[in-house]
T-cell receptor, first 109, second 115 residues
Framework: GIQVEQSPPDLILQEGANSTLRCNFSDSVNNLQWFHQNPWGQLINLFYIPSGTKQNGRLSATTVATERYSLLYISSSQTTDSGVYFCAGFSGSARQLTFGSGTQLTVLP | DGGITQSPKYLFRKEGQNVTLSCEQNLNHDAMYWYRQDPGQGLRLIYYSQIVNDFQKGDIAEGYSVSREKKESFPLTVTSAQKNPTAFYLC??????????????FGPGTRLTVL
């Protein structure tokens, strides 16, 4: 199956700062999802983004499928943005979503 | 209110016992999935089902079993053969499992602890 690598593994920001999280995948993926896992463990869907750029409020994501990476941008971070961010790539041949190990984001007040 | 529900939220099991985790969805999705998450790690696929009465093993199926008798329900049994079952278990569903409409949505999870 595919391998999904996320960087950085940990990120500490001051409230109001901007950040970029990266996701690299080892092979072609049909689709890519970004999630935020809150402190209670719930996975919140952020983006479903096989290619191109999408924006949702202070968050935006870009996937460059031909170069096998995706980026998640968080602008003007808030303490409520803290948690773990996962990307996951869907392989059509395997019919499954493969997750990266996540980026632990801590936003300090 | 459409969504995915999992029960129980917390589960404690003695070694040697089988336990069943419940997952129900009212999104009318065809595909359902079970994942396991260990501390500090990403999710790993246990089993998935593309349609009623059909299911496929994922990457870590050993020691687990599933059934899919109804479209809305996909229970997971953690058997005594699973060597290290303490983990956080997440259920997901998607409209289908093909290349389109495969965005997955997750339930709130069940934390299983073996005593």
């Amino acid at each position: 199956g595919i391998q999904v690598e996320q960087s950085p593994p940990d990120l500490i920001l001051q409230e109001g700062a901007n950040s970029t999280l990266r996701c690299n995948f080892s092979d072609s993926v049909n689709n890519l999802q970004w999630f935020h896992q809150n402190p209670w463990g719930q996975l919140i869907n952020l983006f479903y983004i096989p290619s191109g750029t999408k924006q949702n409020g202070r968050l935006s994501a870009t996937t460059v499928a031909t170069e096998r990476y995706s980026l998640l941008y968080i602008s003007s971070s808030q303490t409520t943005d803290s948690g773990v961010y996962f990307c996951a790539g869907f392989s059509g041949s395997a019919r499954q979503l493969t997750f990266g190990s996540g980026t632990q984001l801590t936003v300090l007040p | 209110d459409g969504g995915i529900t999992q029960s129980p939220k917390y589960l404690f099991r003695k070694e040697g016992q089988n336990v069943t985790l419940s997952c129900e969805q009212n999104l009318n999705h065809d595909a359902m999935y079970w994942y396991r998450q260990d501390p500090g790690q990403g999710l790993r696929l246990i089993y998935y089902s593309q349609i009623v009465n059909d299911f496929q093993k994922g990457d870590i199926a050993e020691g687990y079993s599933v059934s899919r008798e109804k479209k809305e329900s996909f229970p997971l049994t953690v058997t005594s053969a699973q060597k290290n079952p303490t983990a956080f278990y997440l259920c997901a569903s998607s409209r289908d499992s093909g290349q389109a409409y495969n965005e997955q949505f997750f339930g709130p999870g069940t934390r299983l602890t073996v005593l």
